[in-house]
């Protein structure tokens, strides 16, 4: 255990971390990207199910330029040049290639060059291109947002609107601006989607009144909290 902040490396061009529940992290240094930590499914994206305990390059670009707030339980996504690349493990479709099988390096995902932010939850990703709303994985109560609880192996749209900006997600929980209006789908634990309600679930995106003009939000275990 440390106690204490401990330097990773020696660059000062890191611009974006994230990190899983259970002990991956990923990071973009100068547009490359690096992962260190658990790696029992392939979650870090390097190519194998290896244990690192110190950063290791992904790939060759050096034009990754976003990463989910959070990880996924054992899978993540990434942004670079504008494509959407997955990995990890595929038991739910998270990775969303349209297939269950487990990818130890990172897939791209559709041929869209337009994504711009991206979310993993647990066992599903949500994601924003040319402002619509994507999700794909795990649907057990609604989590996705697309009107159903169906599992989905890729990307399906949710809604009709193009305002979408950003999108969070934790467990099974769901969250996304549109037009700068803060929207929440999925379960509900403890009132965590913020409608007024303190239990149950919904498979669609519901504004949350009240919170507008949000721009971040961080989602813990059973809250969510706004700036």
């Not at 897939?107 to 932010?117: A, F, K, M």
């Not at 996705?144 to 929980?173: E, H, K, M």
Request: aromatic share 10%; hydrophobic share 30%; charged share 10%.
């Amino acid at each position: 255990s440390m106690f204490l902040p401990v330097r990773i490396g020696s660059s000062s061009n890191w611009t974006t971390a994230c990190a899983g529940p259970y002990g991956s992290v990923h990071g973009i240094c100068g547009g490359q990207l690096w992962a260190w930590g658990a790696n029992l499914v392939g979650q870090l994206g390097d190519g194998s199910t290896t244990l690192r305990t110190s950063p290791v390059r992904i790939g060759n670009s050096s034009n990754w330029t976003v990463l989910p707030k959070k990880a996924g339980p054992a899978n993540c996504a990434g942004i670079c040049g504008g494509e959407l690349w997955a990995w990890g493990s595929n038991a739910y479709n998270e990775v969303g290639d349209g297939t269950a099988t487990q990818r130890t390096s990172p897939v791209r995902i559709g041929n869209s060059s337009n994504w711009t932010d991206i979310a993993c939850g647990g066992n599903y990703t949500l994601g924003v291109c040319g402002g619509q709303l994507w999700a794909w994985g795990r649907n057990t109560v609604g989590q996705l947002g697309d009107g159903t609880t169906t599992q989905r192996s890729s990307p399906v749209r949710i809604g009709n609107s193009s305002n979408w900006t950003r999108v969070w997600a934790w467990g099974s929980s769901s969250f996304g601006l549109c037009g700068g209006v803060l929207y929440s789908w999925g379960n509900n634990p403890f009132g965590v989607l913020g409608l007024g309600i303190t239990s149950g679930s919904t498979n669609t995106p519901k504004s949350v009144s009240g919170a507008n003009g949000i721009t971040d939000l961080n989602t813990g275990t059973y809250g969510a909290w706004s700036s």
